[in-house]
């Protein structure tokens, strides 16, 4: 073993951040289960072809980020840098393509070599959403709204917004593309060298860039707007009108972009402001063209995927585990009738602490440390009588309960 240190950017998951992440989880779970979305689970490995075919050949993923290594049999295998591919990739292999529309949910690790810092890891989770085979603005609408429900469930719709923007069809961001270079080259000297070598592969990446030199040449950039066809302007009125309808508040950013190369029309974040550099919890937008990239029949689709660390670390209260019940025997001899309790009491539901080992106030110490809502004494003239006693560790009141009682009596804790 070389190190005993974890590989860097992945973390071993504790109890506490456990439960955030599966209250994320579930409640993703819940509001897409609302909307008709099934749950589906791709391998976490693909043919390396799946993405590097799809994601684009300009992508940061493609390019820098991903986890590609020769299997045995000499096959190049790449572990999954999102779920939008292989959902693509299960639709065709299963030939799913007659049953559309399909909704599904999927959540789980994704893996990108990338720089690791708050919010950024290489073994990371998503919960995400993709609804297939509808060419309508209403998909979008769909999604969207139910990304903003998931958030408002989730407690931190007040902490986050949706902006939003279209990239146009495939004609659209052509001539948006050409308008765009035009710009970028007139002011070519002050862009960064990242930006250079996007200049011909990937010029709308640009837009996406960070560097604050960049930043200064994106704000007087040409809108995406101005270069919009009929048909995608009405694609995009009838968004803005369906979301309206949904009532779902958006600001609209002209300058979004989507990292990967599939995306075309609605194109969305979620951003909060609580989270430094690593802002967005939720991405999405529309893949038209994927499907048909990858081999398969034409087949529009709309999704998004969320971030499981970036919004854990939005939830601001710690998720509270049920208080236990704390069983202790008095003394050694009433061990046994302890464990007896103790099964009885979980096989009955309640959430019940039983000690070790120590004598009664190493226990109650114990008691107090897991934050036991009572405790119950078995001492030996109690258990002659038939009884247990039963402190609450709230009021600190104690009373003698008969055992054919108890668990009535602490029905109240649990
Ligand atoms: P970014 O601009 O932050 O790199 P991205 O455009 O690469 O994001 P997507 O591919 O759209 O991200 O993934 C959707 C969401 O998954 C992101 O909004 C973010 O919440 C989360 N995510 C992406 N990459 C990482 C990562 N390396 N670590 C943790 N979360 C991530
Ligand atoms: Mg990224």
């Given at each position: 073993?070389s190190?005993?240190?974890?590989?860097?950017?992945?973390?071993d998951?504790?109890p506490?951040?456990?439960?955030?992440?599966?209250?994320?989880?579930?409640?993703a779970?819940e509001?897409?289960?609302?909307?008709?979305?099934?749950?589906?689970?791709?391998?976490?490995f693909?043919?390396t072809?799946?993405?590097a075919?799809?994601?684009g050949g300009s992508?940061?993923?493609?390019?820098?980020?991903?986890?590609?290594?020769?299997?045995?049999?000499?096959d190049?295998?790449?572990?999954?840098?999102e779920?939008?591919?292989?959902?693509?990739?299960?639709?065709?292999?299963?030939?799913?393509?007659?049953?559309l529309?399909?909704?599904?949910?999927?959540?789980g690790p994704m893996?990108?070599?990338?720089?690791?810092q708050?919010?950024?890891?290489?073994?990371?989770?998503?919960?995400?959403?993709?609804?297939?085979?509808?060419?309508?603005?209403?998909?979008?609408v769909?999604?969207?709204?139910?990304?903003?429900?998931?958030?408002?469930a989730?407690?931190?719709?007040?902490?986050t917004?949706?902006?939003?923007?279209t990239?146009?069809?495939?004609?659209?961001?052509?001539a948006?593309?050409?308008?765009?270079?035009?710009?970028?080259?007139?002011?070519?000297?002050?862009?960064?060298?990242?930006?250079?070598?996007?200049?011909e592969r990937?010029?709308?990446?640009?837009?996406d860039?960070?560097d604050?030199?960049?930043?200064?040449?994106?704000?007087?950039?040409?809108?995406?707007?101005d270069?919009?066809?009929?048909?995608?302007?009405r694609?995009f009125d009838?968004?803005?009108?369906?979301?309206?309808?949904?009532?779902?508040?958006?600001?609209?950013?002209?300058?979004?972009?989507?990292?990967?190369?599939y995306?075309?029309?609605?194109?969305?974040?979620?951003?909060?402001q609580?989270?430094?550099a690593?802002?967005?919890?939720l991405a999405?937008?529309?893949?038209?063209?994927l499907?048909k990239?990858?081999g398969?029949?034409?087949?529009p689709?709309?999704?998004?995927a969320?971030?499981?660390?970036?919004?854990?670390?939005?939830?601001?209260?710690?998720v509270?585990?049920?208080r236990?019940?704390?069983?202790i025997?008095?003394?050694?001899?009433?061990?046994?009738?302890?464990?007896?309790?103790?099964?009885q009491?979980?096989?009955?539901g309640?959430?019940?602490?039983?000690?070790?080992?120590?004598?009664?106030?190493?226990r109650?110490?114990r008691?107090?440390?897991?934050n036991?809502?009572?405790?119950?004494?078995?001492?030996?003239?109690?258990?002659s009588?038939?009884?247990?006693r039963?402190?609450?560790?709230?009021s600190?009141?104690?009373?003698?309960?008969?055992?054919?009682?108890?668990?009535?009596?602490?029905?109240?804790?649990?």
């Amino acid at each position: 073993m070389s190190s005993l240190k974890p590989v860097r950017g992945t973390h071993d998951i504790l109890p506490e951040e456990s439960l955030r992440r599966r209250l994320v989880e579930k409640t993703a779970d819940e509001v897409a289960a609302r909307y008709g979305y099934g749950e589906i689970s791709t391998p976490l490995f693909e043919f390396t072809d799946v993405f590097a075919r799809t994601l684009g050949g300009s992508s940061d993923i493609v390019t820098k980020e991903m986890y590609t290594f020769e299997d045995r049999s000499g096959d190049s295998i790449t572990l999954r840098p999102e779920n939008t591919a292989g959902v693509a990739r299960a639709l065709i292999s299963n030939g799913l393509a007659q049953q559309l529309p399909l909704k599904f949910f999927y959540r789980g690790p994704m893996f990108r070599y990338e720089r690791p810092q708050k919010g950024r890891l290489r073994q990371f989770h998503q919960v995400g959403v993709e609804l297939l085979g509808v060419a309508q603005p209403l998909a979008d609408v769909e999604v969207i709204a139910m990304a903003a429900q998931f958030l408002q469930a989730l407690g931190v719709g007040g902490k986050t917004t949706l902006e939003l923007n279209t990239l146009g069809d495939g004609e659209s961001r052509g001539a948006y593309r050409e308008t765009l270079v035009e710009y970028l080259l007139g002011r070519k000297g002050e862009l960064s060298k990242e930006s250079l070598e996007r200049l011909e592969r990937n010029p709308l990446r640009i837009l996406d860039s960070k560097d604050p030199g960049d930043r200064a040449v994106i704000k007087d950039a040409p809108d995406m707007a101005d270069s919009l066809n009929d048909l995608s302007k009405r694609f995009f009125d009838e968004l803005l009108e369906g979301l309206e309808t949904a009532k779902v508040a958006y600001v609209l950013n002209p300058r979004l972009v989507r990292g990967l190369d599939y995306y075309c029309h609605s194109a969305f974040e979620f951003t909060t402001q609580e989270l430094g550099a690593q802002g967005t919890v939720l991405a999405g937008g529309r893949y038209d063209g994927l499907i048909k990239q990858m081999g398969g029949p034409p087949t529009p689709g709309t999704g998004w995927a969320a971030g499981v660390e970036r919004l854990a670390m939005l939830i601001a209260e710690p998720v509270e585990r049920r208080r236990p019940i704390a069983v202790i025997p008095v003394a050694p001899g009433q061990a046994a009738p302890a464990l007896a309790l103790a099964q009885q009491l979980r096989q009955a539901g309640f959430t019940v602490d039983l000690g070790y080992s120590g004598n009664m106030g190493k226990r109650m110490k114990r008691a107090n440390k897991v934050n036991a809502c009572a405790a119950v004494m078995l001492g030996e003239d109690e258990l002659s009588r038939d009884a247990a006693r039963v402190r609450d560790m709230d009021s600190g009141e104690q009373r003698e309960e008969p055992l054919a009682s108890l668990e009535d009596h602490l029905a109240r804790y649990n």
